[in-house]
């Protein structure tokens, strides 16, 4: 990698229960890059983007933007590291726009209805590009799976971080809702964010990810442009499958095909 | 579309919270005078506002200044931390069955202010009353999130609530039991009914520092509540120190409980209507909810403290009574509005 790393972790471990679900993981990624993490269930993706985020205790150094994760404080963290979690929760039926606007929470904008000029243009602007301002007054309860996703995305974008950190956001999401979330995160880390998205769909991560990271039971096990790094050797020995590869529009396409 | 269009709507809903919050302050300003009119001697409103500023005769400013105005200012004040107390706890749990009586939070007040009373350690006016019962009420308060741990489901909660206040109801009976002394005793069957009558400025001035210190924590963390809508795991990711937030949360509601508690006794379910009375005017963000909670739980012990001195009985109807009998059907109507989450034990 030429650019400078934004985002670093240097023997990143993290023990839950008694059990190591996170062994030695050194990364290094720069900004504009969208990274994708993949591996097997249990893998330890979630948690590795949960240590990244400083919501899991962890050992081994992570730094971020040239500072120790750990020197920063509660908000400082969030200013510079967006995290989605799976899932998108939400316990009280709010409007879509509050959720959004709780991206700018990090920024000292607490209360929706009281946002700065700033705060407010941010939100509007992740409104735009997550396609959601036409539903910004309805319930997120009233909207459907795929509107609720682009709501949860535009939260994550309003922070204007310059990380991003994704946990399945195109999960239960059909195909035209997944190529529409992963457009949106391709579109930011082309304005300069480092995005990580954990995710399921290897095809989704060779056609968008400039890097594809892949774990395995704790372990960092390969890592580079999708096409090296989800080799047909990773696919056997991680995923078990074989794999169907093309090339389709000058990117690669990689279908797991069947078990081995 | 500009960033004020956008945000047009959100001024709509503002003007129309105003609107319901004005309106609560002068319901509850209403309910203040009427309280403070009824009694043995029947005071006319105007008649109330005459001899609260010293006009009148001196019998009437007697009675509504040092016989009515304390009961007043405590059914006040006392609603009203319940209500705020209700409405912090399900924006904390995130969870619309949450409040403190649920939780066993006053009956764990109420047995520490009995073991002190049976102990002999204080007499009914010392602060170490209050102080007993807050403490008592933080024990169990952080004892059942503890238990609950993290994303805690509904039926895990209303488990260890019926559990925890269960061993307070148990631990209370006891001291009676063990108690030689009838006095003792029936001074405990005061704090088991809960109750606003013959209070004087003592009793206000024992409770509403510790009243007010846990409003005011409780009310501050209200934009925490409203980033936990998005679940700890997000909240946090957002720079809510979760943990913080929690230990915050339990101070807040021991200190209005626990000072509440000392001086009435066992007041129930305000808490758990209050939130859920505002919920369809204001909306379900919980750091909107927390005022108008507060306002409706004052609105909810003022009124109820007023039936029980018209309701015409033999003996006196106790105000906590009175709260329990409606609340407890307003509990199982909830129960069953919310019986699929129970069912599935996720909240």
Not at chain 1, 35 to 49: C, F, I, R, S
Not at chain 1, 172 to 186: A, N, T
Not at chain 2, 222 to 236: D, H, I, K, P, V
Request: glycine share 10%; proline share 5%.
């Amino acid at each position: 990698m030429t650019a400078p790393s934004f985002l670093t972790t240097q023997g990143l471990g993290v023990t839950l229960a008694g059990r190591a679900v996170l062994k030695d993981v050194s990364l290094s990624l720069a900004s504009g890059h969208l990274a994708a993490l993949v591996g097997p269930n249990g893998a330890g993706k979630t948690t590795l983007l949960r240590a990244v985020a400083g919501l899991v205790p962890s050992n081994g150094a992570v730094q971020v933007g040239g500072d120790a994760l750990s020197s920063l404080p509660l908000r400082e963290r969030a200013r510079r590291c967006a995290y989605l979690a799976q899932g998108h929760i939400v316990h009280w039926p709010l409007p879509a726009r509050d959720i959004v606007a709780l991206g700018r929470y990090p920024h000292g904008a607490t209360d929706p209805a009281r946002l700065t000029p700033r705060d407010s243009e941010a939100v509007l602007r992740a409104m735009q590009v997550a396609d959601v301002v036409a539903f910004g007054d309805r319930r997120v309860t009233e909207l459907s799976g795929g509107e609720r996703s682009r709501v949860a995305l535009a939260r994550v974008l309003a922070v204007e971080a310059p990380v991003i950190l994704a946990d399945e956001p195109t999960s239960s999401l059909d195909p035209r809702h997944q190529i529409d979330v992963m457009r949106s995160l391709r579109m930011a880390a082309d304005k300069g964010t480092l995005v990580i998205v954990v995710t399921h769909d290897l095809g989704l991560a060779a056609r968008f990810a400039d890097s594809v990271l892949v774990l395995s039971d704790g372990r960092l096990v390969s890592q580079g442009a999708p096409a090296e790094a989800l080799s047909e050797q990773v696919m056997a020995d991680v995923f078990r499958v074989s794999a169907y590869r093309a090339e389709y529009q000058r990117e690669t396409v990689i279908v797991p095909w069947a078990e081995i | 579309m500009t960033a004020q269009n956008v945000m047009a709507t959100a001024d709509v809903t503002a003007g129309r919270r105003a609107g319901v919050i004005g309106a609560l302050v002068v319901l509850v300003a209403l309910l203040a005078l009427v309280s403070l009119g009824i009694g043995p001697v029947r005071l006319s409103p105007l008649t109330v506002i005459d001899a609260l500023f010293g006009g009148g005769s001196d019998v009437q400013q007697v009675i509504t200044r040092e016989i009515r105005l304390p009961r007043t200012i405590l059914g006040c004040a006392i609603g009203a931390i319940l209500g705020l107390s209700g409405a912090a706890l399900q924006g904390l749990l995130r969870n619309p069955l949450a409040s403190p009586s649920l939780f066993g939070a006053p009956q764990s007040a109420t047995f520490g202010a009995v073991l002190v009373i049976a102990l002999g350690l204080a007499d009914v006016r010392s602060y170490a009353l209050p102080v007993a019962a807050i403490a008592a009420a933080f024990v169990s308060v952080f004892v059942l999130l503890a238990i609950a741990g993290r994303n805690a489901g509904l039926l895990i909660l209303i488990l260890a609530g019926l559990a925890i206040s269960s061993l307070a109801g148990a631990a209370t009976a006891l001291v009676m039991n063990l108690s030689n002394n009838p006095f003792v005793v029936l001074e405990i069957a005061f704090w088991l009914l809960g109750s606003l009558e013959d209070r004087s400025f003592r009793h206000v001035v024992l409770a509403l520092p510790f009243i007010v210190a846990g409003a005011i924590i409780l009310f501050n963390q209200r934009n925490a509540f409203r980033a936990l809508s998005l679940g700890e795991e997000t909240a946090q990711s957002l720079g809510v120190n979760v943990d913080r937030l929690r230990l915050l949360v339990i101070a807040g509601v021991a200190l209005g409980v626990g000072g509440a508690v000392a001086v009435s006794g066992t007041i129930g379910f305000i808490g758990l209507v209050a939130p859920h009375l505002m919920r369809p005017l204001i909306g379900h963000d919980p750091a909107r909810l927390l005022v108008p909670s507060a306002l409706t739980g004052a609105a909810l012990l003022l009124a109820a403290d007023i039936a029980v001195r018209i309701i015409p009985s033999t003996s006196d109807i106790k105000v906590g009574v009175l709260t329990s009998i409606i609340g407890v059907p307003f509990f199982l109507y909830l129960i069953m509005r919310e019986r699929r989450a129970l069912a599935g034990g996720v909240a």
